[in-house]
Nanobody, 126 residues
């Protein structure tokens, strides 16, 4: 059974940092496309970043490029998202999601992802 569990969210001041974690169970992480998505109050879910399959290439949304960094450890079955220079508009619930096959993750489109965690909230406020 595929399971994804996020942690690490919280309240942080503008300009601060957080590190989100996602623990993956029930599947071999390196065979899947794995991504981070977020949903702000009243807005649609949007893609943040994705690591594509075994090749391990990483893509980022334009709104987080240069501030966020995604990484993966296939042995530990863990995925991380380092959030730096946070802005109030980064406030959202952040989700880890996996895609068995396709291009949704690489395109940062949430609709085609196959498995989702429950999310971890990030609030950026002074």
């Amino acid at each position: 059974q595929v399971q994804l569990a996020e942690s690490g969210g919280g309240l942080v001041q503008p300009g601060g940092s957080l590190r989100l974690s996602c623990a993956a169970n029930g599947f071999a992480l390196d065979y899947y496309n794995i991504g981070w998505f977020r949903q702000a109050p009243g807005k649609e879910r949007e893609g943040v970043s994705c690591i594509v399959g075994r090749q391990g290439s990483t893509v980022y949304g334009d709104y987080v490029k240069g501030r966020f960094a995604m990484s993966r450890d296939n042995v530990k079955q863990m995925v991380w998202l380092q959030l730096n220079n946070l802005k109030p508009e980064d406030t959202a619930i952040y989700y880890c999601a996996a895609e068995t096959y396709g291009s949704s993750c690489e395109s940062l489109r949430p609709g085609g992802m196959d498995y989702w965690g429950k999310g971890t909230p990030v609030t950026v406020s002074s």
